[in-house]
C-alpha cells in the first residue's frame, strides 16, 4: 500500500514474507522506517554484530544505518519521508527526535508488551482501512495514524529504557544532544561545539549526563565517530585517509590514533579482519 501526495508525500504499508526485501529509496527525503517484527525471532546483523529480536520487536531506522535482515520471515513496515511527516518539526506532537530517531550511537528497538499489543494492531487495521478511503482527507487521516503508532512507540520505549524518570528539561536535553550529535558529528568532535549549540557549559552537559546516564557526553561522540568510521572500512573502498577526511580529522596519524583507541586495532588491520564476511543475502537492507 503506497499514498503518494501532489507535494511528493509519501507513506508506504508493507506486509513483509521471507525472502522480500526492505529498501530504503534513495530519491525519498530523509526517509525513515519501522519494522514490526511478527514471527518468533529475527536475526540481524548491525554494525558487524549478529542480534536476535524476539516476536513483536518493533526496529526504528534512518539511512544512517546499516542493517541486514538474516532471518526475517514475517513483518510489517512503515515507510515515510519528511515531506509526509517530519519528526523534527512536529517534535512537541510526538516526541520522539532522540529517542526513536535521529539518536546516538544505537538502534532503536523495543518488544512491545502483550497488554498493548491490541492497540498496535488496531492502529495498523486502521492505516490500511484509511489507504481505502480515497477523498480529500486521505492525507490527514493518514498522519494521524502515523501519529498515533508514533507516540505509542515512543511511550513504551520511554517505558522501557526508565526515561519517564527524567525530569522533562533534563529529557529534553539529552534528546537535543543526541540529535544534534547525529547531525554533525562529522565536524564538531568536541563536548563544548554542542554545548555551545545549546545554550549550556560543557560542564553542565557533564553533571547532567553523569546525573542520568552511564556514558559521557564525550563518549556518545566518540562512539558515533566511531560506528561511522567501521562503516566506512566495511561497506565502503575508501582508503583511511579518505576516511579520516570525510569524518573531520586533521590527519590520518590522529584518525588511527582514535581509532586503535576506540577498537583495540588499527583502521587497516579492521579492514581486512571484516573483509568478505559482508553478507550479501536477499534480505540485506541498505
Sequence with gaps: ??????????????TVKQGDIILFDTAMNAPLILVWTRDEKTIIDFEGQHYTLPKNTIICLTHFF?????????????????????????????????????????LPNFQIPDNELEKFETVWKMFQLEFET????????LQTMLKRFLILCTRIYKSQ???????????NIIREFNYLVEQ??????????????LNKSSKTLSNLFGKISDKSPIQI?????AIEARRYLTYTDKSVKEIAYDLGFEDIQT???????????SPVDFKYSVKGKIDNSSGNMT
Design 1 to 14: 500500500m503506497i499514498y503518494q501526495g501532489k507535494n511528493n508525500e509519501f507513506l508506504g504499508l508493507q
Design 66 to 106: 546499516e542493517v541486514n535482515f538474516l532471518s526475517l520471515e514475517s513483518a510489517f513496515v512503515i515507510k515515510f519521508n519528511r515531506e509526509f511527516f517530519c519528526v523534527i518539526d512536529h517534535d512537541a506532537e510526538v516526541g520522539c527526535k532522540g529517542i526513536l530517531f535521529f539518536g546516538a550511537n544505537q
Design 134 to 141: 480515497k477523498d480529500e482527507m486521505q492525507l490527514e487521516m
Design 161 to 171: 529504557n526508565q526515561l519517564t524518570e527524567i525530569q522533562l528539561e533534563e529529557n
Design 184 to 197: 554533525h558529528f562529522k565536524t564538531k568532535h568536541s563536548v563544548q561545539d554542542y554545548a555551545d549549540m
Design 221 to 225: 561522540i566518540h562512539e558515533r565517530i
Design 255 to 265: 584518525f588511527s590514533r582514535f581509532f586503535k583507541k576506540m577498537e583495540k586495532q
